[in-house]
Each structure stands twice: as structure tokens, then as C-alpha cells.
């Protein structure tokens, strides 16, 4: 067997330095736990009571309230999700997002958080969420589950104060395990642990439940030694800039120094890197020590914390549960109602004022309650022989009281009568009453900002694991899509994606169903039959089917709808057709009378210029008969000539100009109605 005095010694030491510390506040936690569990008094309270005859009445309001936030947190519980930096990092990011979810679904995972987030943050003020490798189902691949450890299991460093715990020194935890479990977990140790003798207590974790082995079964310490290291590393490196690319594991520096030497614009360097070195130890005895045993460099933990104020001195105070606040209104709302009750029991007979002669032989007062009849002799005489006492007042604020010691307990969490539903009124409608729940949640907004911190922490290193040991064949099984190089560097997430929060659903195909319906409240035109397509539904192919064949009868009734309209639109384009011919045979004669005008027209114009010529002749005629005319009357005989033939012209061009305008515009009349005429009539 494997021994290391000095390790052993260490770790003895780490835990007495922690456990001086957080026993502080386990003190407090387990009040808070047994609060929640109903045991609200104290053992001095209770053996007081019970000496007084009295019962311990708890009237645990407290468990209502931290229940509600846990129903709430439940009802709104958002997955982890990778969201690309770039578009051209979307198919990397869905295949680390599709293998998230899967583990997530199939391990639990989302209720596991929820879970931490109750029992630690709400509760007890802190929880552990543990990143396993299980090798049940495979010896080679291994499965990753989760583990939650209550406060009582570990003793961790109390100075820490990163939420990611990459400042804390160490963490022990203790599991209390029969040899089988422990072989399951070091199967190489077999011959080793089949030598240990049962477990017989060494003062660790007393608070653990199965410290005192109630059920007599063979157990062992199977303690978890875990520390902050630091060893030297080879790194890839840009050649240039030195800038950080990659981590080389150990087992694959030869192969890296291959591929380098091909790589001028990479190097290799050693540096020194932060990371983490486990050592198991059984009952008290060491059996292995190695370093980074998930790969990752950091601690497979993951802290679910209430409210947790590093700086303060005080390890009872520092760190609390949401509940803690509760516990004072609680306590005094239970002693005031269990003085009620008393007063109210005390009523029922407060006893007797009698005359020992008074009563019937036999009868004894002292043993007379509110159901008993007591015997009296035939001259004793009521309220002079015997009478009851009357009891006091009772003193109306007391039971005022008690409502107010409600109300506070619900006022220190931060709730109100809207937390659980209660409308102010009788007819508030649903969404105001919702609207009130949601703002009277305010006040608990950095407790469920711590949760979501602590997730995200958790998915990254979830992340971190399966890139660290998961084969192609896996990530392609699980995802069902081709496995790429990117998805397995580790500085991928550092640099081109990161986790964020989405909507919880089973699997990814509810998760895209639920973006596309936001998408389409968002105005997003997105058709139905996509909807429907990615829609997780039961029976979704027969729905398919039937919308298919619905579908089917919308179009033959459109295409008859259609048919019908083009119908009516030839019979119309035919009845136009019909018009216009009629309209153009009317255009035809109305200009063939135009055309006969115009020929009439000309005939005119012919006889006009046989008059003109005649009458030029007859005026040549006429100067030749007056030429003994004298001289001076000449002149006015010639213009008086020219004026007769000026009048005859005048009369022929409007006549012709006249015949010409009405053919112009019979002309273009038929033209017009030419080119009116409808395509394809």
C-alpha cells in the first residue's frame, strides 16, 4: 500500500484550520436546517414545556415561504445554452450546446442545480455541486453525472471568496462508503482496501448522518484530499506575439513537438500553470495522489452560497441561508401562540370554591373537567356551598399579536401576501395578480443571481470535461452531427463562444420550437407549416397528415375559385370585344359620310375654280371693253374685279380646311379604338 506521512499530515492539519473556522457556521446552519424541519425550540425549550405540561406547538411558517422561492426558482429554471461570437461559429456552438443538453437531461442535471440551489443556498446557506467521471456503463468512456455535498460533508478553505473557488487552498470531503463502493472507485487498490478494518470514528465530520452507522454495515472513510498546485506545462504559443493558444496534456507533448516543427507561426513553451492534485485516503490511510484527474485544472466543485460576505471576521455570520433572517419572527410567533393555547386550555376549568360538606359522598373536585358532573347534597346550596372560579380576561393583544409575528416572517425573506397568489381584492384579475408575484420577487433577485452564476460556472466546466474526455464517436452519438476540431479546443470557449440562459426544455428541439414561437411574437413572418414541423408534439405525423390533406382541399377550392374569376374575365373581355367592334363599324360609316363630304367637298372646290376662271376671263372681257373707258376709272373697275375673285377663294379654303379637320378626326376616332382594344380578345 502507498504511504505518504507527509501528505497525511497535511491534510490533518488543512482540516483543523478549516474545521476551527466553519464550525462556526455549521453551528448556525444546522439551526437553520432544523428550523426548516420543524424543530423550532430549543432542548431547554422543550424539556421546559414539557415540565409544565405544556406542548411544543410549531406553527412553521418559515417552510411555506422558502418553499415558494423554491417553486418559483423551479417554474423559471433556465438550461445553459452556447451562443456563437460569430455566424461562422454557429454549427461548433449547436454541437457543444446539443451535448450540454443531453447531459443535463439524461443526468438530472437541471434538477440537481435546483436542488444545491434549495438545500444550500435557501436552507443551509451552502451546497456542493461535484462534476463526476462515471465509469459504470463504460471501463474506456466515461459518463458525467453530478453529486451534491451538504455543509456537514466537507471542510473547504473559509478565506476563499471567487465564486469559481480559484482562490481557495484546499477542500476535504468525506464520503462513508462500504469496500465494495470503494472498489468500484480504485479498482487498482483492491488487495489494499480489503485489508482495512471497518471505520471506527476519528472525530471528522460528527455531524455527518451516517457517522454513527446506524445500520451496522461494514463502512470505510473514503476521504478526498483536495489541493491548488502549481507544475510547469507545455504550451502552444503564437510565434510572434507569445499569446497563449493551447494547453498540451502530458501524455501528448511528444505529439506536439512533432506537429510544431511544421508550424513556423507556432512554438512550444513551459510555463507554469495553476491547477488542482487530489489524494485519497482511506480511513487513515494514503492510497494514491494524482494531479488534475478531470483534465480540467481547477476543482470539479461548484458552490451554491445564500448569502456570503467574505470580508466580514465573523464565520457564523458571514455566510447565511435566505432562511436565517426568518428564524427569530418564527421562534417568537411559536411561543406566543403556545401561551395562547395554554390560556385558552386554562379556561375549560379553572377550578372550585367549595364546602367539603357540600358535596355527595365520593366526589372529588380536583378531578372535575369541562365534561364531568359533580354530585352535590340536597342543602347545599349553589354559589353559597360551591362555585367555580372565574377565570381573567384574556388579553386581546395576544392574539393580535400573533399575525403580526406572521407577517414579519414573511417581510425578513422578502415576501408578500402576492408571493403566494393572494389578490388585495376579490376580483383582481389573474395577470395583476402574477405581475405581483413576480415584483414582490425583487428583493431576491442576487439570490437568484448567485444561482445563476454558480450555473454558469458549472456549465463551462461541464464543457471543459467532455472536451477533455469524450472520443468523436461519442460527441457524433450524442449530438448526431459530424464532430469538428473546434468543438474539442479549449480555447473555443474562450474566445469565439460563451454560456448563456435560454428557456428549459427536455431536449434542443424544444428549445428551437420555443425560439421559433418567440421569434414570431417578435413579427417574425414564419410559416405555419415550419411551426408545425418543429413543434414537439405527440402523434405530430398524423396532425401532419391531416392539415396535409386540409390543405390539399383550400387549393382545389381555390384553383375553382380561380378558374371561375378567369372565366368571367374572358365572358367580360368578350362582351368588350363585341362593343368596340360595334363602336369601330359606327367609327367605319360615320367616316364613309366624312369621306362622301369631303368628295362633295371637292366637287365644290372644282366648280369654285371654273367660276374663278371664268370669271377672270369675263374680267378680261370687261378691260377690254372698258379700255375706252378713261383712264381714271380704270383702276376702280380692276380692283373692283380683284375683289370679286378674293371672295370666291376665301369661300373655296374654308370649305376645303372644313372638310379636312372633319376627316383628321375620323381618322383618329377609329385609331383610338384600335389600339383600346383588350390583348388576346
Known amino acids: 500500500m502507498a504511504t505518504d506521512n507527509d501528505t497525511f499530515r497535511d491534510y490533518e492539519e488543512r482540516y483543523q484550520q478549516g474545521d476551527m473556522k466553519i464550525s462556526e457556521f455549521r453551528v448556525e446552519a444546522r439551526k437553520d436546517v432544523e428550523f426548516f424541519l420543524n424543530?423550532?425550540?430549543?432542548?431547554?425549550?422543550?424539556?421546559?414545556?414539557?415540565?409544565e405540561g405544556r406542548e411544543c406547538l410549531v406553527n412553521n411558517k418559515i417552510r411555506r415561504a422558502i418553499m415558494l422561492i423554491s417553486g418559483f426558482q423551479r417554474m423559471n429554471q433556465l438550461s445553459s445554452v452556447v451562443i456563437p461570437q460569430g455566424d461562422?461559429?454557429?454549427?461548433?456552438s449547436d454541437i457543444i450546446s446539443n451535448a450540454v443538453q443531453w447531459v443535463y437531461t439524461k443526468r438530472h442535471g437541471y434538477h440537481h442545480l435546483s436542488d444545491c440551489f434549495l438545500y444550500g443556498s435557501l436552507i443551509s446557506g451552502m451546497n456542493f455541486s461535484e462534476i463526476v467521471l462515471d465509469y459504470t456503463q463504460d471501463s474506456e468512456v466515461p459518463d458525467i453525472n453530478f453529486d451534491r455535498i451538504p455543509y456537514n460533508a466537507a471542510v473547504w478553505d473559509p478565506y476563499f471568496s471567487k465564486p469559481d473557488m480559484s482562490d481557495c487552498a484546499y477542500f476535504i470531503r468525506r464520503r462513508l462508503v462500504s469496500k465494495n463502493d470503494a472498489l468500484c472507485h480504485l479498482p487498482q487498490y483492491a488487495s489494499e482496501i480489503?485489508?482495512?478494518?471497518?471505520?471506527?470514528?476519528?472525530?471528522?465530520?460528527?455531524?455527518m448522518p451516517a457517522?454513527?452507522?446506524?445500520?451496522?454495515?461494514?463502512?470505510?472513510?473514503?476521504?478526498?484530499?483536495?489541493?491548488?498546485?502549481?507544475?510547469?506545462?507545455?504550451?502552444?504559443?503564437?510565434?510572434?506575439?507569445?499569446?497563449?493558444?493551447?494547453?498540451?496534456?502530458?501524455?501528448?507533448?511528444?505529439?506536439?513537438?512533432?506537429?510544431?516543427?511544421?508550424?513556423?507561426?507556432?512554438?512550444?513553451?513551459?510555463?507554469?500553470?495553476?491547477?488542482?492534485k487530489l489524494t485519497v485516503i482511506l480511513n487513515d490511510e494514503v492510497i494514491e495522489t494524482t494531479s488534475d484527474p478531470l483534465g480540467i485544472n481547477e476543482y470539479p466543485f461548484v458552490p451554491f452560497m445564500g448569502i456570503y460576505i467574505p470580508e466580514h471576521d465573523d464565520f457564523g455570520r458571514r455566510l447565511q441561508s435566505v432562511l436565517r433572517v426568518a428564524r427569530d419572527p418564527q421562534a417568537e410567533m411559536n411561543k406566543r401562540l403556545s401561551k395562547f393555547l395554554d390560556?385558552?386550555?386554562?379556561?375549560?376549568?379553572?377550578?372550585?370554591?367549595?364546602?367539603?360538606?357540600?358535596?355527595?359522598?365520593?366526589?372529588?373536585p380536583y378531578k372535575a373537567g369541562n365534561s364531568r358532573n359533580i354530585a352535590i347534597k340536597s342543602d347545599a346550596v349553589i354559589g353559597q356551598d360551591i362555585a367555580p372560579i372565574s377565570p381573567p380576561p384574556t388579553d386581546p393583544s395576544l392574539m393580535q399579536s400573533i399575525p403580526i409575528f406572521d407577517q414579519n416572517i414573511m417581510d425578513t425573506i422578502g415576501l408578500n401576501d402576492a408571493s403566494f397568489g393572494m389578490a388585495e381584492k376579490g376580483n383582481d384579475s389573474g395577470m395583476l395578480t402574477m405581475m405581483r408575484q413576480q415584483a414582490s420577487a425583487v428583493g431576491l433577485q442576487p439570490v437568484f443571481d448567485n444561482l445563476n452564476r454558480s450555473q454558469y460556472i458549472h456549465t463551462r466546466k461541464v464543457i471543459r470535461t467532455m472536451q477533455r474526455h469524450w472520443p468523436d464517436w461519442k460527441w457524433e452519438r450524442v449530438t448526431g452531427k459530424p464532430m469538428n476540431?473546434?468543438?474539442?479546443?479549449?480555447?473555443?470557449?474562450?474566445?469565439?463562444?460563451?454560456?448563456?440562459?435560454?428557456?428549459?426544455?427536455?431536449?434542443?428541439?424544444?428549445?428551437?420550437?420555443?425560439?421559433?414561437?418567440?421569434?414570431?411574437?417578435?413579427?417574425?413572418?414564419i410559416p405555419d407549416s415550419i411551426?408545425?414541423?418543429?413543434?414537439?408534439?405527440?402523434?405530430?405525423?398524423?396532425?401532419?397528415?391531416?392539415?396535409?390533406?386540409?390543405?390539399?382541399?383550400q387549393q382545389q377550392q381555390q384553383q375553382k375559385q380561380e378558374q371561375l374569376a378567369q372565366q368571367q374575365i374572358q365572358l367580360a373581355n368578350a362582351k368588350t370585344f363585341s362593343e368596340i367592334k360595334e363602336n369601330e363599324a359606327d367609327t367605319v360609316r360615320q367616316t364613309g359620310r366624312a369621306i362622301a363630304d369631303v368628295s362633295l367637298s371637292r366637287a365644290h372646290?372644282?366648280?369654285?375654280?371654273?367660276?374663278?376662271?371664268?370669271?377672270?376671263?369675263?374680267?378680261?372681257?370687261?378691260?377690254?371693253?372698258?379700255?375706252?373707258?378713261?383712264?381714271?376709272?380704270?383702276?376702280?373697275?380692276?380692283?373692283?374685279?380683284?375683289?370679286?375673285?378674293?371672295?370666291?377663294?376665301?369661300?373655296?379654303?374654308?370649305?376645303?380646311?372644313?372638310?379636312?379637320?372633319?376627316?383628321?378626326?375620323?381618322?383618329?376616332?377609329?385609331?383610338?379604338?384600335?389600339?383600346?382594344?383588350?390583348?388576346?380578345?
Open 39 to 51: 424543530k423550532q425550540f430549543s432542548d431547554d425549550e422543550e424539556a421546559y414545556l414539557r415540565n
Open 88 to 92: 461562422e461559429n454557429q454549427e461548433t
Open 194 to 207: 480489503k485489508k482495512l478494518k471497518a471505520f471506527g470514528g476519528d472525530g471528522k465530520f460528527s455531524e
Open 211 to 276: 457517522y454513527t452507522n446506524p445500520t451496522g454495515q461494514e463502512i470505510i472513510a473514503y476521504n478526498e484530499y483536495w489541493q491548488k498546485a502549481f507544475e510547469k506545462r507545455l504550451v502552444i504559443v503564437e510565434a510572434e506575439t507569445n499569446a497563449f493558444i493551447g494547453l498540451v496534456s502530458k501524455k501528448e507533448e511528444k505529439l506536439a513537438e512533432q506537429m510544431i516543427a511544421f508550424d513556423p507561426s507556432r512554438k512550444l513553451v513551459r510555463r507554469t500553470i495553476p491547477t488542482v
Open 343 to 364: 390560556i385558552l386550555d386554562s379556561k375549560i376549568h379553572t377550578g372550585w370554591i367549595f364546602k367539603k360538606k357540600a358535596l355527595a359522598e365520593g366526589e372529588d
Open 485 to 525: 476540431m473546434a468543438a474539442r479546443d479549449s480555447t473555443f470557449m474562450r474566445f469565439d463562444a460563451h454560456v448563456t440562459e435560454a428557456v428549459l426544455t427536455e431536449t434542443q428541439g424544444k428549445a428551437f420550437f420555443a425560439q421559433l414561437v418567440e421569434l414570431r411574437q417578435m413579427g417574425v413572418n
Open 531 to 553: 411551426m408545425l414541423k418543429h413543434a414537439p408534439l405527440q402523434d405530430k405525423g398524423t396532425l401532419l397528415k391531416e392539415i396535409q390533406e386540409i390543405e390539399q382541399q
Open 605 to 681: 372646290e372644282s366648280e369654285a375654280v371654273q367660276k374663278r376662271a371664268n370669271a377672270a376671263l369675263d374680267s378680261v372681257k370687261t378691260a377690254i371693253e372698258i379700255q375706252n373707258v378713261q383712264e381714271d376709272r380704270f383702276v376702280e373697275s380692276l380692283d373692283f374685279v380683284n375683289s370679286l375673285t378674293n371672295e370666291y377663294k376665301a369661300d373655296t379654303d374654308m370649305g376645303m380646311l372644313t372638310a379636312k379637320n372633319i376627316v383628321d378626326e375620323a381618322t383618329s376616332k377609329v385609331t383610338g379604338m384600335q389600339q383600346n382594344i383588350p390583348q388576346g380578345v
